[in-house]
């Protein structure tokens, strides 16, 4: 076994996480690094921009009001009919939502990351309790738990937090409120720990990434964390810090995070040393430093945000993810798709964070051994809060799913009390039945809709009999160097009407790639043939593909799928005249295998 330990070529002195996991390896401090300078102007010399209030979400009572059936035993009733052999043949129409297992039948795996020298366990499993899953009841708190930007955290909510999570520390491992235990949760629920058998699937493996379960998962790991942590300091009002990320003035880890010389439980040593405060954080990380410098970097955030928020982000599956239901293979999910703010944001910050130097970038680079750093839950947090702030922009298709198949999957976590509890999507989208909301912070990106490069340049069209069209292409398309292809587009010169009933959208479809690498491309549209000039404020730029290691210890090929919205590229760009448009895909990273199976344009309508 590797005796790999997150270091720097400067301190020798060690600090050991944990004593009693069986892979887990020692991380020292870090009493260095390279800083950038970057003068950011405080909150309160930002212009405040006013969202409207969230309105009251509806959702259909027939919906709300079904009561799950165990698919299972109820098909075994009928006579014996039917086995947990042959389920997997029965047709569609007996799909049902996603529904975690119990906590008994979680299993250890080495799945998404090199075990041999993992720092981290792979022993993910929660301890077994012998207690049964009661439902979910919403809190009767009094007051509504804010959560605050940690830029702007006081002294003494500092010290706070800091308490809560020593405490969480303090407690045995086999603890379910235990840091390690928390950790765990993460790992379990992303790298292979539960499969559907709670459904009838035991062969099919239970996955939170890469579909419409990302958001609702996330959002109700941190909420029981969150209570866990004021529990602990006997604090019923204590609330989770969020990482304001999207705001120029919290785009460095929070300074509180630091190893401070003294005992900080919010230190972790698996970080990427050049990327502690006061450097930049990288929106569109792709694995290496560009030494951008820290303005640019900026605006180049703020400019991805607002692409992650409104441009590719026009509709419940674009944004949430693709669908995912019981039966459905977390690897060659064909209907799978990574939603805007998971393939961009959210993957860039995990990996700006982890440690290159470690064999798994952990910690925040790896989703097994994310949780065991603290900045991943104020990550998340904000995460979470992107999906508050999309819905409260109050543009049309900005709206949860409203399939039952996402309204009543559900998962199983211990809560405060240490009990049991499953809990479902449709219960956590409202944040005044969860009692908690977010402290208000500006929203610059807002006013940073992207530039154009050219317009009108009509590079379409002059790319016809340069670049194969679509119908021309072999698919599937290796993307182990840039490729281009034209795409007809399914209407021209649409009008305002036209536009506020369906959004046109370029459609990546079945994008092969290995589970066990960071993978990323770039994809531009009506770009020049010099797309590395280009930058992420540019209108040419549609987005990134991105994902962490994750699942499938047997580096098996996963799938899924992105999609980019084009309506407002093509205003910018002035090339709503044009019948087709040239994508351009570019490989960044981990890229060598990946395959793209399709490519399209369609016109998704707005509901």
Sequence with gaps: MSSFQCFTTITTTTKTLSTSNRRSKTCPKQTQRFKISCNVAPDDNEKLLIVPETPKLILPKTSLDTVNVDRRNLLLGLGGLYSTVNLTSLPAAFAEPIT???????????????????????????????????????????????RPAAHRATPEYIAKYKTAIQKMRDLPDDDPHSFIQQAKIHCAYCNGGYSQIASGFPEKELQIHNSWLFFPFHRWYLYFYERILGKLIDDPTFALPYWNWDNPSGMNIPAFFEDDGKKNPAFDACRNVNHLAPAIVDINYGGEDTGTPCIQQIGSNLSLMYKQMVCNAGDPLSFFGGTYKAGDDAKANNDSSVGSVEAGCHTAVHRWVGDPRAPNSEDMGNFYSAGYDPVFYVHHANVDRMWKVWKDLGIRGHTEPKDPDWLNASYVFYDENQELVRVYNKDCVRLDKLKYDYQFAPLPWLQSRAVPRFRKSKIAARSIGKVKLVQETKFPLKLDKIAKVLAKRPAVNRSKEDKEKANELLLIKGIRFSSQKFVKFDVFVNDQDDVSASSPEESEFAGSFSQLPHNHGDDMLMTSAERFGLTELLEDVDAEDDESILVTLVPKIGCEDLTIGEIKVELVPIE
């Design 100 to 146: 975690a297992p119990d906590i008994s039948t979680c299993v250890d795996s080495n799945n998404g990351f090199e075990a041999e020298n993992a720092v981290r366990t792979n022993a993910c499993c929660p301890p077994a309790l012998s207690k049964s899953v009661k439902p979910f009841v919403f809190p009767n708190d009094r007051a509504i738990r804010i």
